[in-house]
């Protein structure tokens, strides 16, 4: 599921205690589902974490989690730029 889809399906209250535990604010988090920000990548293990993988790395930085997380390169998740090393390990 994409950030976007989840933040607007929780209630502003479920919102400021997400946006809390996760260490950021609500803005920060509104400019990330809307696009105006990418989360860093400390912060989208905890977005995963947080919502017990609905919302995955993968969903939050589509253009690089492979060049970041090599290591959930798979088969149902292949990484086209990925080395041949880390395509072999995978």
Excluded at 75 to 83: N, Q, V
Aim: contains cysteine; negative net charge.
């Amino acid at each position: 599921m994409d950030f976007r889809t989840f933040w607007l399906s929780i209630s502003a209250s479920e919102r400021a205690g997400f946006a809390s535990r996760a260490g950021s604010t609500v803005g920060h988090l509104n400019n990330i589902a809307y696009g105006y920000r990418t989360a860093a990548p400390d912060l989208c293990v905890k977005f995963e974490r947080a919502t017990a993988g609905a919302v995955t790395r993968r969903d939050l930085r589509p253009s690089d989690w492979g060049d970041i997380w090599p290591e959930l390169i798979d088969d149902a998740h292949p990484w086209p730029g990925a080395s041949k090393e880390i395509q072999d390990a995978a």
